[in-house]
C-alpha cells in the first residue's frame, strides 16, 4: 500500500523549509535508514532518513522548492510492484514527523487480518549471521556486513541485502572518493547513557572519518613568535574610534585569518583541492574558521579574505560566530572555502594537529600563545611564542610545499606589516 | 446449520488449497476450504501421485524384463492392467482422504461445492457456494484465497473425446493398452506417459513443435533424456508441425512433419499435453479489481490479486505449474495475511522434475539462461559411470551437471538425469536457498556408497577437477 512521505520538522520551531535535493529518484528502491533527500532551513543541510522500506513512486515537491510545510506529502512510496498514484492520498492518520530529521508516514490499509506485521529481527551486535554467498560477495565488493541490515529467515544477511549495500549510493556531502564502511559498533554493557546522535553529529561523524580516512595527511609544526603582531594589535586597537560605524577591536585570531590569507597569496598552491583529474588551484582566498557550537562544531567562512581589511574580517568574524552560535549561518556561509583555521589558543593548549576539512587541502591549528625563553643571538631572551601545525593532503601538498607554507606564516606574522598594507 | 462467518476462505482444496487452509489453522485464522470435486486436487487425484504410482508399475515391468542382468529368470511375465489401475486409483483415494483428515484435525471447515466471489459485506468478502447450480452456503471471509488450479489446455482439432483422443484423466485410467500411441506435447507430462506407456510395451511416438524435447531442462540434459528414449524404442519427432487428424474406428490417422519429412502416422491413442491452462472461469472475478491475463490472476510477490482481501495462488496464478509452488505459495500468503514477515519465492529456488525413466530434476538455470543472463560460468559434470552404488544398481547411466557463477561462486542452477535424480535434487535447492557457495559444497562429506555421491563429484569437476573419472 502507498504511503505519504511527508516534509518533516528538523526542529521544534520549524515550519517550513526548503526541499535542497532529492538523493532518490523515482522508481529507486528504497531500505528504512536511506537517506532519500536534503532538507534545508534557515540553520542548516539536514538529511532525511527513510521511516520505511519500498520503491520511490513519486515525487511531489522538486528538488529546490522553498517554503515546503511541514507534515506537507513530498513523495510517495510504494510497494515493490505497486502501481503508484498519481497524487498523495489523504492519508488517514499521518503521524507527524518526529523532531528527529525522519520521515513519519501513515497509508490506508487494505482488509488485512493483520495483527501488526511482526518485524524481522534485527541482526544483533557481534556475530554476524549472513549466508556464505553474501559473505563472499561482501568480501568481494569491500562491504562491512556489520552494516548491512539482513532480509533473510530471521535476520540473515543474504545476497540481495549485500547487492542493495552495493547499489547505495554515497551520501549526499561525501566526495566522490568511495568511502570505507565504519566498523561495527562495539557492544557496550557497562552503566552508561546513550545520547541519541543528532544530525549535526552524524554529519561531523561522516565527513572526519571520510577525511580521516581517505586523505593521506602529514603535519608540518613551528613556532612563531607573536610579538610583533601583539604591538601592531595594541596600536591598530588603539586607533579605532571609542564608538560608531567605524569602531573596531581586533582580535589576535583576526591578525591571523589575514595573516593566513596573505600567506596563501604568497604561496597559493596550498589554497587548493585534489580531483581524481585534476588538482584545482582556487582564485579565491576564502577561510573557514572552525568555530565550537554547542552540538558540534561549524566552519563559517570569511570570503576573499586575502583583500579585505583587518577591521572588515573582524567585523565579520564576530557577526558570523555570534550567528554560528545562535545556529542561524546560511548553508552558504558555512559550505565551501578554500583554507580552515582551527585556533584553540583560548585554551592554552600547548599545540595540536587538526583534520582537514574535505575537500581543501590543508588546515591550520593554532594553540596558544605564551611567553616562553628564546634564544636570540647567542642570549636568552622572553618571547610571546605559539605553536602552529598545518595538517595537509599529501595528494596536494608535498612536505618542501608545507614547509614553505608555515615559514611564509611566520614571516607574516612575525613581520605584520603587510596584514595592513 | 453450518458456520459461515471465517476469517480465511480457500477456494479449491488441491495442493495449493489445502495446505494454505491448514498453515492458516495453525495460526488461530477460523479457516473454511471450499472444493468442487475431491480434495487434494488435481495432483492428488488426478495428477502427480496417480502418475506416480503408474510409472512405479511400469518400472517394475522394465525390471521384470531385464531379471537377467541380476542372475534371474522367470517366465511368462505379464501384467493385469486394469490392477495397475486400481492401485494407482486406491494410491490417489487413500491421499484424499488422508487430506479430509488433516483438516479435520486443524478444524477447518470443507465446503462441498463451487466457490465464487459474491460481493462485499463492508470489508468482508461474500463467497456463493453451490452444488450441482443449486446454492448451499453463503459465505463471509476477512480474506480469500483462491486456488482453483488448472486444466489441460485443448488443441483445436485434438479435443479429448474420451477413447480416441484422451487427456491425462483418460490416460491415467486405460482400460486396455494401446499397442500404438502418439503423444503431442514433450513437457513433464506428455513424457511421463510416453515413459509409462513404453515401458509397459505399448510403441510411443513423442511429437514436439520446439526444436527439443523437455524444452525447460539444461539442453544437454535433454539431449541425454532423447537419446535415452529412442534406445528404448520410442520415436521422437522434434520441430514438429502437425497435420490434420483422421478418425477411424478404433485408430487416428494424421500426418506429422518433422526434419523435411513428412511421416504419415496412424496410431490407436493419442494423448494430448500440450500445456494448462488456468481455471478463472466463473469465479465472479467480473468487476473486481482481480486482473486475467493469458487464463491466469495476476498477482505479487505475495498472491495479492489487487482486490482488497483476495489473494491467488498455485497454477491460478501462474508458473511454473507445480504442487510444491502451490503448497510454498500457500503458506507464505497465509502467513503474509497472518502478519508475518514472509519472503518472496525466487522461482530460481523452486525445483522441477520429471519421472520419466530415467528420471530428471533439476533447480536453477540452464547453462543457455546463466550466460544469456551475463554470467561467466563454471560448469561441472559428473557421469553415473564413474559412481559406484549407479553401477551396482544396474543405472549406470546418468549425468549431474553444475552451472556455478565462476566469480561468486554461487550454484546458478542443477541438473540430473539418471535412477533417483528426483529424490537427491533437495540437496542443490537447499544449497540455493541457503546461498551456499562451492566451498561449502566441496566441504560436504556424502555418504558412500551412494548415488548422491555424483552431486559432490560434480561440483568438484566446476573447479579442482573430479576424482573418479
New interface residues.
Given amino acids: 500500500m502507498s504511503v505519504n512521505i511527508l516534509m518533516p520538522a528538523l526542529s521544534p520551531t520549524m515550519t517550513e523549509g526548503k526541499l535542497a535535493r532529492w538523493l532518490k529518484k523515482e522508481g529507486e528502491a528504497i531500505a528504512s535508514g536511506d537517506v532519500i533527500a536534503e532538507i534545508e532551513t534557515d540553520k542548516a543541510t539536514m538529511e532525511v532518513e527513510a521511516v520505511d522500506e519500498g520503491t520511490l513512486g513519486r515525487i511531489l515537491v522538486e528538488a529546490g522548492t522553498e517554503g515546503v510545510k511541514v507534515n506537507a506529502p513530498i513523495a510517495i512510496l510504494v ?4 502501481a503508484v498514484p498519481d497524487a498523495a492520498q489523504a492519508a488517514a492518520a499521518p503521524k507527524a514527523a518526529a523532531p528527529a530529521p525522519t520521515v513519519g508516514a501513515a497509508g490506508a490499509t ?11 529481527v534485527a541482526p544483533k551486535a557481534g556475530r554476524v549471521f549472513a ?4 559473505r ?2 561482501a568480501a ?1 565488493k569491500g562491504i562491512d556486513l556489520g552494516q548491512v541490515k539482513g ?3 530471521n535476520g540473515r544477511i ?2 540481495r541485502d549485500v547487492e542493495a549495500a552495493v547499489a547505495v549510493p554515497a551520501p549526499a556531502a561525501a566526495s566522490t572518493t568511495p568511502k570505507a564502511a565504519p566498523p561495527p559498533a562495539p557492544v557496550i554493557d557497562v552503566p552508561h547513557t546513550a545520547v541519541p546522535n543528532s544530525t549535526v553529529r552524524k554529519v561531523i561523524a561522516r565527513r572526519l572519518t571520510e577525511a580521516k580516512s581517505t586523505i593521506p595527511h602529514f603535519y608540518v609544526a613551528m613556532d612563531v613568535e607573536l610579538d610583533a603582531l601583539l604591538a601592531l594589535r595594541a596600536q591598530l586597537n588603539a586607533s579605532s574610534p571609542a564608538e560608531g560605524p567605524g569602531a573596531f577591536k581586533l582580535s589576535v585570531n583576526d591578525l591571523l585569518i589575514k595573516a593566513v590569507a596573505v600567506t596563501l597569496r604568497r604561496v597559493p598552491k596550498v589554497n587548493a583541492s585534489y580531483t581524481e583529474d585534476a588538482t584545482i588551484l582556487y582564485d579565491d582566498v576564502d577561510i573557514s574558521v572552525a568555530v565550537s557550537v554547542p552540538d558540534g562544531l561549524i566552519t563559517p567562512i570569511i570570503r576573499n579574505a586575502d583583500r579585505k581589511s583587518l577591521s572588515q574580517i573582524s567585523n565579520e568574524a564576530k557577526e558570523l560566530i555570534a550567528r554560528a552560535r545562535a545556529g542561524k549561518l546560511k548553508p552558504q556561509e558555512f559550505q565551501g572555502g578554500s583554507f580552515s583555521i582551527s585556533n584553540m589558543g583560548m585554551y592554552g593548549v600547548k599545540e595540536f594537529s587538526a583534520i582537514i576539512n574535505p575537500p581543501q587541502a590543508a588546515i591550520l591549528a593554532i594553540a596558544a600563545g605564551e611567553k616562553r625563553a628564546v634564544v636570540k643571538g647567542d642570549a636568552l631572551a622572553i618571547a610571546t611564542v605559539m605553536t602552529v601545525t598545518l595538517s595537509v593532503d599529501h595528494r596536494v601538498v608535498d612536505g618542501a610545499l608545507a614547509a614553505e607554507w608555515v615559514a611564509a606564516f611566520r614571516s607574516v606574522v612575525e613581520s605584520p606589516l603587510s596584514l595592513v598594507v | 446449520m453450518n458456520k459461515t462467518e471465517f ?2 476462505v480457500v477456494v479449491g482444496g488441491g495442493p495449493g488449497g489445502y495446505v494454505a487452509a491448514i498453515r492458516a489453522a495453525q495460526l488461530g ?1 477460523q479457516t473454511a476450504v471450499v472444493e468442487a470435486n475431491h480434495l487434494g486436487g488435481i495432483c492428488l487425484n488426478w495428477g502427480c501421485i496417480p502418475t506416480k504410482a503408474l510409472l512405479r508399475a511400469s518400472e517394475i515391468n522394465h525390471l521384470l524384463h531385464h531379471l537377467g542382468e541380476f542372475g534371474f529368470a522367470a517366465d511368462n511375465v505379464r501384467f493385469d492392467l486394469q490392477k495397475v489401475v486400481k492401485r494407482s486409483r486406491q494410491v490417489a483415494g487413500q491421499l484424499s482422504s488422508g487430506v479430509g483428515h488433516l483438516l479435520k484435525k486443524n478444524k477447518v471447515t470443507v465446503f462441498d461445492g463451487f466457490g465464487a466471489l459474491a460481493g462485499k459485506d463492508g ?3 461474500l463467497l456463493s457456494v453451490t452444488k450441482d447450480g443449486k446454492p448451499v452456503a453463503t459465505l463471509s471471509a ?2 480469500l484465497i483462491l486456488a482453483t488450479g488448472a486444466r489441460a489446455r485443448v488443441l483445436p482439432g485434438l479435443e479429448p473425446d474420451g477413447k480416441l483422443i484422451w487427456s491425462y484423466r483418460e490416460a491415467m485410467v486405460p482400460t486396455e493398452l494401446p499397442k500404438r500411441l502418439l503423444v503431442i506435447g514433450s513437457g513433464a507430462i506428455g513424457i511421463e506417459f510416453a515413459s509409462f506407456y513404453r515401458n509397459m510395451g505399448a510403441e510411443v511416438t513423442v511429437v514436439e513443435v520446439l526444436d527439443r524435447i523437455l524444452p525447460v531442462e539444461d539442453e544437454e540434459i535433454g539431449a541425454l533424456a532423447h537419446k535415452a528414449f529412442v534406445k528404448q524404442g520410442m520415436t521422437i519427432l522434434t520441430g514438429a508441425k502437425i497435420g490434420p487428424i483422421t478418425k477411424g474406428a478404433d485408430n487416428v490417422s494424421l500426418s506429422v512433419e518433422a526434419g523435411g519429412k513428412t511421416h504419415a502416422l496412424t496410431v490407436d491413442r493419442v494423448i494430448s499435453a500440450v500445456g494448462i491452462v488456468g481455471n478463472v472461469e466463473k469465479l465472479g472475478l467480473e468487476g473486481t479489481a482481480v486482473t486475467v491475463d493469458r487464463t491466469h490472476v495476476k498477482v ?2 505475495k498472491c495479492f490479486t489487487g482486490e ?2 483476495v489473494y491467488a495462488i498455485g497454477d491460478l496464478a501462474g508458473p511454473p505449474w507445480l504442487a510444491h509452488k502451490a503448497s510454498h505459495e500457500g503458506v507464505m500468503c497465509v502467513e503474509a ?5 514472509v ?1 518472496p519465492i525466487d522461482p530460481l529456488n523452486i525445483p522441477g522434475c520429471t519421472y520419466c525413466r530415467p528420471q530428471i530434476a533439476s533447480v536453477g538455470m540452464t547453462e543457455a539462461r546463466a550466460k544469456e543472463a551475463g554470467h561467466k560460468v563454471r560448469v561441472g559434470r559428473f557421469p553415473f559411470i564413474g559412481n559406484g552404488k549407479a553401477i551396482a544398481m544396474g543405472e549406470p547411466e546418468g549425468l549431474v551437471k553444475t552451472v556455478f557463477d565462476a ?4 550454484l546458478l542452477g542443477a541438473h540430473m538425469i539418471g535412477a533417483e535424480v528426483t529424490e537427491m535434487i533437495q540437496g542443490y535447492v537447499i544449497a540455493r536457498t ?4 562451492e ?2 559444497l566441496k566441504e560436504t562429506v556424502f555418504p558412500h556408497p551412494t548415488i548422491s555421491e555424483a552431486m559432490h563429484e560434480a561440483v568438484l569437476a566446476a573447479y579442482d577437477g573430479a576424482l573418479h573419472i
Fill in positions: 510497494a515493490e510492484g505497486e487494505p482488509t488485512v487480518i493483520a495483527p501488526a506485521p511482526v518485524a524481522e549466508s556464505p554467498l553474501a563472499r560477495i568481494q532480509s533473510g529467515p543474504v545476497r | 476469517d480465511l485464522l470489508s468482508r468478502r476477512k480474506n505479487d510477490a482488497p482481501g495475511i497472518a502478519g508475518r514477515h519472503h566469480e561468486t561462486g554461487e541457503s546461498e551456499l557457495t566451498a561449502e
